[in-house]
Every structure is written in C-alpha cells, then in structure tokens.
C-alpha cells in the first residue's frame, strides 16, 4: 500500500471510528440511561445520558489544545496515533462497564469519565486528521484530500448506525436490551486497533519534515497559535458554524423532530435518516472535485446563498408532514450540506501557518463543534418550545449561513492582499 492510500485509510479508521461510536450513543441512549442510572424517573434517566453525552463536546477544545501543542512540537503522526487510541478504549469500556445495579452510583460516574476521556481524543483526532491529510496532498487534489475526513465521518456515523439496527434485528429484544447492545461498542476497540496499526506503519507529514528541517516549528504552539492566529481562529470558527450548526440540527435533532413533531415512525424517521447520510456522502466529493477545478470560495459562497434560500422551503415541506415532502426536504438540505462541508477542511487547515496549523485547526472546528454545533438541538427545541413555530429552525441555518459568508468573503479578501503585497 502506498504511503498516500495509508494516509487515507488511516484517517478513514480513525474518524470513522469517532462518529461510529457517536451514532451507537444517540442510538443507544434509552438503554444507555436504563441501565447506568436507577430506575425510577425515566426522563430524568435519559436527560442525564444526554447530559453526560454533552459533556464530551466540552472537552474537545482541551483535546485541540493538548494534541496540538504535540501536533506541532513533535509531529503530526504520533499525535494522531495517540488520538486513536485514546478513543478505541474508551469506546470498548462502554461495553464492559457494569451497570447502576451492580456497582451503584459509579456506573454514572465512571460514564462521565469515559465521556470526558473520548471529547479529549475527539478534540485531537478531527482537527489533527484533517491537517495530516492536507498536507499530504498536491495542488490539483488538496480540497479533495481534505473532503475524506468528512466523508470518513459520514461513514462512520452510517456504519454505527446500521451495524446498531442490524444487531438488533438478529438478536432476540430481551437478549439485545440486557447485553447484546454492547458488543458494537466493544467492536470498536478492534477497530482502533486497525487504525493503530496503519498509523505506526505512516510517515511523518512532509510539510512538517520540511519545517522541522528548516527550524520553523513552534516550541509553544499553543501560546503562539492563541497569541498570533487568534483572528484565523475566528475566521475558522465562522467558516465551521455553517457545517456543524446544521450538521447537527440534521442528525441528531431531525430524527426525533420527525416522530415527536410531525408523527413519523420511528423506522420511517431512521430510513430518511440514513437516505440523507447517503446524500451527503454523494455530494461531497463532487463539491471538492468542484473545488479543485474551479474558484472554492465562489463554490461556498453560492452553497452558502442556496442555504439561506431554501431555508424557508425546507420548514414549510416539513410542516406538510407528507413522507413524499418530508423526504424531499431532507434529501434537497442534506446534499447543500454535503456539498459545503467538503471544502472546508481545506480552507481552514490553509489559514494556519505549519508551526500553529495542527493547534488552531483544531481549536477552530473543536470550539464551534462545543459552543454551537452540540448545543444546537437543544437551543431549537427550546425555541421552538417558547415560540410554538418551527420557523427557529430556519432563522438559525440563515444566521450560521450569514456569518460563514462573511468570514469566507474576509478569507478572500486576505488572500487578493497577500498577491497584491507579492506583485
């Protein structure tokens, strides 16, 4: 296997396995809360579980800062190793942990820990794959490079997700409620372990080797990245609000939208789930493709007008609460958010200098992932609670869409700058 294939299918495994185990949490929630909380209040249970799932996000700026500060010190490979398996044990123990009624209250503990441990890796993982593979690319393929981090995680949030419903159709109800829900948990440590493997096997990135050769590298990325590319941090921050704001708001508020909301079953509800995954996965590689043939920024900048126009739209056949028009709406949205998020790995990871770039990727996607993107579901429910209209669905993905216009018209605007200083 070629060095570049290893970079691929590393980062395939590692972020794969990431939002593997995040679909197999969201799916396993109910089960989840009945078994490590005492029973007795259900929906205090489950808001607990959800609660304990949150808590990982706000780990994950830690995790950028950590891995970064390696990242950038020491290189790109190592960091990324440990980032893998950081998140294939933790996945694993989730599987093995006992339950409230064997060890008491420390089987909600010991969750939290094992939650806080995978937002720390997670924080390390996304950004610093990202950078890894970016730098291993040319000029002709680098937005497309930079696109299979995203589609690893569509991937993997896929996998869990049938792998999850698949177990469960094979296994009798009462033997997959008691234990057989923890054997895709398990599985994912053999899946780190693959990764594991394939990234000893790496080598270091070249624009790193490069670098480090040439004595630019950063003996305090993370001080310098905070102290000197804090507006590229900012930039990236605002770039990312259009890809995990509605990212979330599709997978993880939409599924229980549908059947809370517009009355959906929840295997109707779970296949334009998984029809929306698909779209995505389809869409993004030839919005990268896109990218690198043509202007990216122009290619954003249009994705980003399509979202504010159908933002409208894309309430109103909700609303109608038709399979047909529900369908159409999920599938439409799903694949203007594929096509935006496939770009923007490349665009961000190109904002930092190589001494800070492994530090403030991950910071920039980290941070808006913790701040925005985890506490979407959550605000628009409330919003929609306290207005009794599913417009606030809309009125965010407009804002998230606005602000992303912005910072990528300012990215543009730096860029024709810095060629005008060079003329």
Known sequence: MSQVRRVIASTMVGNGLEWYDYALYGTFTALISKHFFPAGDDAVALIATFGIFAAGFLMRPLGAMFFGYFGDRYGRK???ALSILLMAFPTACIGLLPTYLEIGIWAPILLTVIRLVQGVAVGGEFGGSIVYLVEHATTRNKNRMGSLSML???????FGAMFAAALAQVMPQADFDEWGWRIPFIFGFFIGIIGLYIRIKLDESPVFTEAKAAGDTSEAPVKE????????????IGCYLAVTIPFYIQTVFMPSFMVKFLNFSTSDSLLIFALSLLIMMLTAPIAAWLSDKKDREVVLKVLLILYVAFAIPYIYLLELKSFSFVLISQLFFS???GAYIAPIPTLVVELFPTKTRYTGMALACNLAAAIFGGTAPILVTKMITLSGSNAPISYYIMLAAFISFFCIASIRKRKHQDLLHLV
């Open 152 to 158: 690893s995680m569509l991937v993997g949030l896929l």
């Open 335 to 337: 694949a203007l958010l």
């Open 225 to 236: 990245a905070l102290r000197q590319n804090y507006g590229e941090i900012f930039l990236g």
């Open 78 to 80: 190592n960091a990324l």
